[in-house]
Nanobody
């Protein structure tokens, strides 16, 4: 059974930082591309950061230079370091993986950035 559990959300002032973590189980973690996604209230969920099995990373333009995705293949963890946070970064952040022919999601963690 694939399970993803996110932690690290909370409230922060604009310009602040937050580090999110996602614990994965039920997959051979090191083989999979892992994603962080963001969903603002009333908007569609969007991919913000991706890390491939080999460590290659990619980001949506709005977070480039501010967010960093990383992974620990020993602990089966993926992280999202978010710096210089903006009010538009507010929303629920979800960890996800495409495995066994479908997309798996965590329960999400709320980040609220106040101006």
């Amino acid at each position: 059974q694939v399970r993803l559990v996110e932690r690290g959300g909370g409230s922060v002032q604009s310009g602040g930082s937050r580090r999110l973590s996602c614990a994965a189980s039920g997959i051979n973690f090191k083989l999979y591309t892992m994603d962080w996604n963001h969903q603002a209230l009333g908007k569609q969920r969007e991919l913000v950061a991706r890390i491939e099995s080999g460590g290659t990373t990619s980001y949506t333009d709005s977070v480039k230079g501010r967010f960093t995705i990383s992974r620990d293949n020993i602990r089966n963890m993926v992280y999202l370091q978010m710096n210089n946070l903006l009010p538009e970064d507010t929303g629920v952040y979800y960890c996800s993986v495409n495995a066994r022919g479908r997309q798996f999601w965590g329960q999400g963690t709320q980040v609220t950035v106040s101006s």
